[in-house]
């Protein structure tokens, strides 16, 4: 006791200390919690802004792209109207192949229904390097969403 | 009695000041720093001038239907591949301070034709690449007459002078 009321300065001073200590771990907090929802989106949306133009426009680009005499989006609304996705599911490998120059997992979800060259799990352990969506229109004249995924 | 007293109370102040000031100090530092990375955060647009320059690029060399005016892009009108219509797109004078060059390259897939190459500003491209530059690949379809083929279009935007953090 003795020796607290002779070191009232450096009570003060831990006093101090602590109550610094609880201001900065409040503040810590706040950012943590509060303040980086509101600023970290904005900084998170200028990055990704050129990523989602270059990522649409790739799948539109795709959609586009000559198959014979059809194009990968034509394909797209036969299989699904057909429910037959053989041929589909040759042509976009033949193109993955074509554009990376090598092969790649991919997977392309119609709606419900999904198309892709998976081999059991090996999807799950590789890195998604490519994902984009869009709505296409059916033959009923109703639009189907479809995803466009590729795996490293 | 009382010289002893004072004594230690000058010892407690000096105790007191000796943890005060360092720590409000360290309050004072962390609370601007923590000021300046928030506003540094909102005000950083990581480099997007530049991609809305390689962007105004491919736009410049897409196809355009004459009848309506609408432009295509993603889709390179073969017949505009050409550094006098990549020029038209950018005001070389209004760039001061930003000067930039810029090679595009388009390889089509089926490597039926060797890669084509188009610059603007050559000069400042040769000398910047070697201080910053932004690149990009695009898959792209090229207009040959009726006829649309694969592509790939590599943006490769060079320049010396770092205008915002990464």
């Not at chain 1, 053989?86 to 997992?105: P, Q, R, T, V």
């Amino acid at each position: 006791m003795n020796l607290l009321k002779n070191r009232k300065g450096l009570a003060q001073a831990l006093t101090l200390l602590l109550s610094i200590l609880l201001i900065a771990a409040q503040l810590t907090v706040f950012y943590l919690f509060f303040l980086n929802n509101y600023i970290n989106p904005s900084k998170f949306a200028v990055k990704e802004i050129p990523q989602g133009i270059d990522d649409s426009q790739f799948l539109i680009n795709f959609l586009r792209t000559p198959v014979g005499d059809k194009t990968f989006s034509d394909m797209i609304v036969s299989s699904y109207a057909n429910n037959n996705y053989n041929e589909l599911k040759g042509k976009i490998s033949n193109f993955i192949i074509l554009y990376y120059e090598e092969n790649h997992f991919w997977e392309l979800k119609i709606g419900a229904k999904s198309v892709d060259n998976f081999v059991i799990i090996q999807p799950i352990i590789r890195d998604k390097i490519y994902e984009s969506s869009v709505d296409l229109p059916l033959y009923s004249k109703e639009a189907v969403e479809i995803v466009f995924s590729i795996y490293e | 009695m009382v010289k002893r007293f004072n004594k230690k109370g000058a010892a407690e102040e000096i105790i007191y000041w000796f943890f005060y000031i360092p720590l409000t100090a360290i309050l004072i530092i962390t609370l601007v720093m923590l000021a300046s990375s928030i506003l540094n955060q909102s005000s950083s647009t990581n480099n997007l001038e530049y991609y809305i320059f390689s962007q105004r690029a491919a736009n410049a060399v897409s196809y355009q239907d004459i009848t309506n005016g609408r432009l295509y892009p993603g889709i390179i009108d073969i017949n505009r591949w050409n550094e006098i219509i990549l020029g038209s797109a950018f005001d070389k004078e209004g760039y001061k301070g930003i000067e930039f060059g810029l090679k595009m390259t388009l390889t089509y897939l089926d490597k039926s034709e060797l890669p084509l190459e188009i610059y603007y500003d050559k000069d400042s491209y040769e000398v910047s690449k070697a201080f910053y530059s932004t690149q990009r690949e695009n898959y792209v379809l090229v207009k040959k007459a009726d006829v649309l083929i694969p592509a790939k279009l590599n943006i490769d935007l060079a320049y010396h002078q770092k205008r915002y953090p990464d």
